[in-house]
């Protein structure tokens, strides 16, 4: 396997706030706690108090969520050193995405892992532990319920409403059914599972096991106990509203901010309701769901059931950061940009803000594919740019400038101006006959020069052909192969794929990496 990098600016394809940021942008420091370089997490680790209690509340529900399923010496390992002061948590987390969705579901797990290595090599003292924060709390199902392989949409389609996770497997046999061939590791987990939750968390110990992944819910009564105080505080003092804003005022002269922070940034959650609470005239209203709740009712809901409280995307990160002994979230560059709308939240609430790290983004590029590209003459940076760029590129490399015949004409012109000379002296009467037939071997020649290009447009339809199938491939409808292509694109022909990713990512070094097969 070959491996390169290349600069993220270089890509075309990463916004101007994440390229600041892997700068160090003096603009942007305000709005994170530190860069994750390693060094950084020296103090990171210094400052990350996390109660024994905690730990051990993580530990029993981390159990009874893997109870039932066989795992790896490496998870079990993992779970258990959860207990110990000296253990800290690398987190990423996304939905449920069937199948696992587009690759960069794969890539953040991968960077997840590779960052806990780097940071053991560098502190051997302490443990690190790659953790997957399953979203089963998400109720967009029209985000999860599909993927795409070989070009091909599969689409599990059924009424859905609540959390995502909640969902029972019933009706996914239709479409394992319609899949190509047989993906065990899929089949098993979602004819095995009762849930969807249940079933991502089969796949993904199925795929990263061996790593000592560690896939936490946190749809969970006893997690959701730590989280209480601060919902609490949310539903009377609206904390995040205000310290949301504040932040986001600070961040628009030079950012638009990503997400939209509400009054209120918490859902009602119940079985198959996930709808958003607000407050109207000092009353708390369920949206579509005709419930209302005074103050006082509301607050023992809280105190009574914690786990019918979900947190939204403002609130989800803190309700992690308050159940993991966390150093760093690792997300896409939607993820990092709204990060840096939170500090201000976790300073109001008392929760240490952890480094945000950029996920590994990667290109593979398949033996054929590889092949196609050094047939064409062009490098791996070159395929970056637009098709056009790319077809003046290629234009140059194969000699074929336009054909321009102007100075054959002007010769001819020349020769047929000294015939006309001559017939002046001989017989004036020629001389019309003479700019004639010169006028006619100067349309001959502009109908050579049209014939002459056309000949070189065919003969380099083939490599634009090459060119533009070659590029559809590296990037499916235009974007990053990473946002279309599913995992089984690549693993189903090379097994060892994650393996693969694995030894090339390197999480801290923080550029674009490409996989070439040999």
Known sequence: MKVSCIDYS???AFSSLVLDYLNQDARLQPFYA?????PAFKQLM???????AQRQVLVEELQRQYQGLETSAAVQENISALAGEQTFTITTGHQLNLFTGPLYFIYKIVTAITSARELQKAYPAQKFVPVYWMATE??????????????????????????VGRLSTDGLNELLDAMPEHYPLFEEAY????????????IVNGLFGEYGVVCLDGDSVALKQAFAPVVEKELTQQLSYKAVTQTNAALEPHYKPQVMVRELNLFYLDENLRERIVLENGHYKVLNSGMVFTQAEMLEQVHAHPERFSPNVVLRPLYQELVLPNLAYIGGGAEVAYWFQ???MFEAFDVPYPAVMLRNSAMYVTKPNAQRLEKLGLTVPEIFKDLSEL?????ELLNQEEINLAAQREAVEAAFRQVEELAQTIDPTLVKAVGAEGQKAQNS???LEKKLNKAIESKNDTAYNQLANLKEKLFPTGVLQERVDNLLTYQTNNPQFIQALVDAFEPFAFTFTVLEEE
């Open 391 to 395: 077809k003046k590129r290629l234009a």
């Open 34 to 38: 530190a860069f994750p370089e390693i």
């Open 342 to 344: 939170l500090k201000g």
């Open 445 to 447: 020649f502009q109908m």
């Open 46 to 52: 210094q400052q990350r108090n996390f109660p024994a």
């Open 10 to 12: 270089a890509t075309g």
């Open 138 to 163: 998400d109720h967009d199902f029209a985000e999860v319920n599909h993927f795409n392989l070989f070009g091909k949409k599969y689409e599990w389609e059924q009424e859905a409403g609540g959390a």
């Open 191 to 202: 004819t095995e599972s009762a849930t969807l939750a249940q079933a991502t968390r089969r």
